[in-house]
């Protein structure tokens, strides 16, 4: 939940309304990259391996 509203408030800043956004989009875009990444990560790959891993045993 705290991603969601941290990346749709950083929506406006990315799509590159308002002065000087020439210079805050690009780090909107990476800001929301990482957000998205480490959450699908966190969320569907780690416990995926992990239930993997411990069949194993």
């Known amino acids: 939940m705290t991603t969601s509203t941290t990346v749709l408030g950083l929506l406006p800043m990315a799509i590159g309304l ?25 969320l569907l790959i780690i416990p995926a391996v992990y239930s993997l891993v411990d069949r194993g045993e």
Do not use: F
């Open 18 to 42: 308002g002065e000087g956004s020439e210079l805050r989009s690009p780090m909107a875009l990476t800001v929301i990259g990482g957000l998205v990444t480490s959450t699908m990560l966190t």
